[in-house]
């Protein structure tokens, strides 16, 4: 969900595991800073096909010139979203075109929580959502995507540090690791 410390999450992790990030954001911003979106404002209809393109340019140019390197991606998937489930699909995609491991993390945080790190203003300069009845109610009435992939890791991150969620991360992903090549 939006405001649940993706990529301060990611840039503990990347440290970690030295993995570069896409940022949800950074995929998303050349697309949303053309528009006069205040942050609580409905966007245009149609707006993410264009985001989708940026972001397949993206790993279409990992896959042709990085297909070895680590990545960490960053996205608020929701279940039961057809355009969520497409964004996963692109990077599952991308990391088979790769050959690569793919570790899906589903972040879980409490619907509070939540709407205390929406709130605060620093996120509106990074284009992200500042509407807090908005992260109240997506909190009751989506659930994170789920992508049914046997890497996926599910973490509550409602009282987790993001360096404790990093290190369960890397963990994690360790853990795949030995058991692939077991």
Avoid at 75 to 84: I, N, P, T, V
């Amino acid at each position: 969900m939006p405001g649940v410390g993706k990529l301060t999450i990611a840039q503990e992790l990347s440290a970690m595991v030295s993995a570069k990030i896409v940022d949800n954001h950074w995929i998303n911003n050349p697309i949303l800073r053309l528009l006069d979106e205040d942050g609580t404002a409905s966007l245009p209809k149609g707006v993410w096909e264009f985001t989708g393109r940026v972001r397949q340019a993206v790993l279409d140019a990992i896959i042709a010139y990085a297909p070895s390197a680590n990545f960490i991606f960053t996205h608020a998937g929701l279940e039961g979203d057809e355009r969520s489930l497409r964004t996963f699909q692109q990077i599952a995609n991308a990391a088979e075109a790769c050959a690569v491991v793919l570790v899906p993390v589903r972040m879980l945080c409490d619907e509070e929580e939540l709407a205390r790190r929406v709130s605060n203003p620093e996120r509106r300069e990074k284009l992200k959502s500042t509407d807090v009845a908005a992260s109240r109610n997506r909190s009751r009435k989506a659930r994170v995507l789920d992508p049914l992939h046997p890497n996926t890791l599910v973490l509550d991150v409602t009282a987790a540090s993001p360096e404790k969620t990093a290190a369960a991360i890397q963990d994690h992903i360790l853990k795949v690791l030995a058991d692939r090549s077991a």
